[in-house]
C-alpha cells in the first residue's frame, strides 16, 4: 500500500472509533451525532446506491474500501459527501467527516483548480476562513480571472467580515463573468449553480 493509502487507512480507523463512541445519538436531528454519518435515504439514497458517497454496488449491497481509491477519487466523495450533509443541515456529520475530507485534500500532490476549490469549500462549511482563503489565493496566483477562485475569495472574505475585499471579488466575478462562461469550462459546468448565487449576490 501506498504511503497515503497508509495515513488514510489510520485516519479512518481513528474516526470510526470515534463514531462508535458517540451512535447513540437520535437519527435525524439537525445536530445528529455520528450516527447520522452513516448512508441515509434523505442524503444517499434508499440503502446508498451506485453514485453517491461512499455508495457500494447496486442496491446498496456494501460501501467500497475506499482506502483502494485514488486520492482524487477519495477526495471528490467526502467533498460531495460533506456539502450535501451541509445542504440538509447535518451539523454533525459535517464535523465527523470534515478531518476525513480535510485530510484527504491535504493528501493531493497536485490538486486542480476544482480540487482546490473543494477544499476551499469544505474550509467554509467547517468555519475555517484561513484555509478558504488560502485556497483561493492559490487558485487567483495560477488563474486570475477563475470564477471559482473569485467567488471562494469573495465567501473568505465575509467570513471574517472584511466585507470591502469581498466586495472587490464580487466586481472581478461580474467584470470577467461573461468571458470565463464562454470557455464552458468543465468546473464551470459542474459548479454553475454556485456561480449563479455569486453572481446574484453580487449584483445586490
Known sequence: MLPW????????ALIAMVAGKNFGAAKGSAVDGSANSLP???????GAPAGAPFAGGAGGAGA?????????ERANRLY???????????VDSVAFFAPMALA???MLESPTADERYHFGRIAEVTNNPAVA????DTILQGQPENLLGLLLAARAARMTQDNATAKGFDQRLLKVLAAQLATQLEDYQVHRAE???AVADAQK
Do not use: C, W
Open 133 to 136: 482563503k488560502a485556497q483561493a
Open 195 to 197: 456561480i449563479d448565487r
Open 80 to 90: 460531495t459527501r460533506i456539502m450535501e450533509y451541509a445542504e440538509f443541515g447535518k
Open 64 to 72: 467500497p474500501n475506499i482506502a483502494n481509491l485514488s486520492p482524487s
Open 40 to 46: 441515509t435515504q434523505a442524503i444517499d439514497g434508499q
Open 5 to 12: 493509502g497508509v495515513a488514510f487507512v489510520a485516519l479512518l
Open 104 to 106: 484527504s485534500h491535504e
